[in-house]
């Protein structure tokens, strides 16, 4: 029934493109539609005025990663994002630690390194470097990116959301979005897929897996005020949660304070909607109930902390939300390799080793194993059967629990870089990403800085204080 829908919505798009590429190349050009011109019974269409040789669909960690990976060699690269700015989940949960970006403090490509050296620059209030990860004002990150994508020169478009893709001949020709002047289609040589949610893939007809019945939770991230770090370790949040439960249902039954950057407010990431059910949010309908859920859950456990957390939480102040819940798994693009649980245990190698993953195998508050640095293949990020698209970040081809391996967001960067850089080299080389030759795209890899040697090294004790 899904399918049939959206079979009718593609030939609905398609026909109406058709009429408007006719009109005009057919020599009498119609202008595009505008407040001024429009007709009220037509379906609004309009134009991207800019023709890339890359496009990237989502300006999440991996999105940055490609983005910055595919113009830095000098592919005309478009960046699209659906909400008003970039950085995705690490924006949206508002100052928790975006691991992985320096594991062992030492650099993983020169694409991580320009992002941390553009929030540098903004000071301590900006960032906060750890071990292996940045504490971020959230406000700070998403200036600092605009600040690394006009420095490579990377054009990009807010407020911009892929609805539809085009496949001809197997090969995805171009993506449907929508804008406050209507849909337009915009076409490419190679499309990134960086949406977490493989929106483009699942749109032109790529094959995608989900986790049906045990898909991770999602979180409302929320930060506070008016608290010292003092009074937050003397609080004993697991006998507030006990003692409010009756009262606040909805809140988990323990969570953490973390420090914003080196200011002095404070974010929570959280079991979120871990106990309250399954909730598939490519769905509508369910994903509507797991960000309504999670807003009363946010303030039940502010006010749970506040009636319930004694002298040190009674004045504790929410700040605010995240701008969306943080999703960690929905589909994932089947690609000719699936990565799995014993790749990450194992720490495996492979011939094609485009980028590696480090940190913990981790499930939010579900399942943490220690794991060791392990290859992503090649084979990962390319759809099996379209062609014209790579992926990259949280829906790469993994299973369920190889996803939660590579999701700390230094690992999303690394995967965006390389499908980023794969995406220029197919696009300069006039071929596909299928048909690309792994080693020049390793050698360009090496070429930024990144050491495709690292699989099956153990690390450090991770430490999530920085
Ligand atoms: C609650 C939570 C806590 C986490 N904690 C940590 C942590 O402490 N440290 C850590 O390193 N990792 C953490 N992770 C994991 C990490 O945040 C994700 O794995 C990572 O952000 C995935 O990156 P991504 O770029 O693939 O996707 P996302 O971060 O999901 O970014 C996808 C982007 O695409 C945009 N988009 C989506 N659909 C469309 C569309 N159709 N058109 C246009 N734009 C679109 C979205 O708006 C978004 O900006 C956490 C995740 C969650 C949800």
């Given at each position: 029934m899904e399918e049939r829908k959206s079979l009718d919505r593609r030939t609905f798009l398609g026909a109406a493109g058709a009429a408007m590429a006719g009109a005009t190349t057919g020599g009498s050009p119609l202008p595009v539609a505008t407040a001024q011109s429009r007709a009220i019974s037509s379906p609004r269409r309009t134009t991207i005025a800019y023709d890339p040789d890359v496009l990237i669909v989502g300006g999440g960690p991996a999105g940055i990663g490609a983005a910055l990976g595919a113009a830095w060699h000098g592919a005309k690269t478009l960046l699209i994002e659906h909400h008003a700015f970039f950085g995705g989940v690490a924006a949206w949960c508002l100052g928790m630690p975006i691991n992985q970006m320096r594991p062992d403090r030492q650099a993983r490509s020169k694409v991580h390194e320009l992002v941390i050296e553009k929030l540098t620059a903004y000071g301590d209030q900006a960032v906060r470097i750890g071990q292996h990860q940045l504490w971020c004002n959230v406000d700070y990150l998403k200036v600092a990116v605009l600040d690394a994508l006009d420095q490579v020169g990377c054009k990009y478009l807010v407020h911009t959301r892929a609805v539809d893709a085009l496949a001809e001949g197997g090969r995805l020709a171009g993506v449907v979005v929508s804008t406050k002047q209507g849909l337009a289609t915009i076409r490419a040589k190679v499309f990134v897929d960086c949406t977490g949610d493989a929106d483009v893939a699942y749109f032109g007809g790529a094959e995608t897996m989900k986790e049906i019945g045990s898909l991770s939770h999602q979180t409302l991230c929320l930060n506070l005020t008016n608290v010292t770090a003092d009074q937050v370790r003397k609080a004993n949040i697991r006998d507030i949660a006990r003692k409010a439960k009756s009262k606040?249902?909805?809140?988990?039954d323990s969570w953490g304070l973390g420090k914003v950057s080196n200011g002095s407010s404070f974010y929570i990431n959280h079991a979120g909607t871990r106990d309250l059910g399954q909730f598939d949010t490519t769905d509508p309908v369910q994903r509507t109930e797991a960000e309504c859920q999670s807003r009363r859950q946010v303030l039940q456990m502010t006010l749970a902390m506040r009636e319930f957390g004694g002298d040190e939480l009674k004045n504790i102040e929410l700040i605010g939300t995240g701008t969306q819940i943080g999703v960690r798994e929905t589909r994932r693009v089947k690609g000719p390799y699936v990565l799995t649980e014993e790749d990450a245990l194992s720490g495996r190698k492979f011939e094609d080793a485009i980028a590696w993953r480090s940190g913990f195998l981790d499930i939010g508050f579900v399942r943490l194993s220690k794991m060791k640095i392990h290859d992503v293949p090649y084979r990962a990020i390319?759809?099996?059967?379209?062609?014209?698209l790579l992926v990259a970040g949280r829906c790469i081809s993994a299973t369920h629990v190889a996803a939660s391996a590579g999701k700390s967001m230094g690992n999303c960067v690394a995967t965006g870089h390389a499908a980023g850089l794969a995406a220029a080299l197919a696009a300069r080389k006039g071929c596909t990403p299928r048909e690309l030759k792994v080693a020049g795209l390793q050698d360009a890899l090496r070429a930024d800085g990144v050491d495709l040697n690292r699989a099956g090294d153990e690390q450090e004790e991770l430490v999530n204080k920085g």
């Open positions: 606040y249902p909805l809140i988990p390319v759809p099996e059967k379209l062609d014209g």
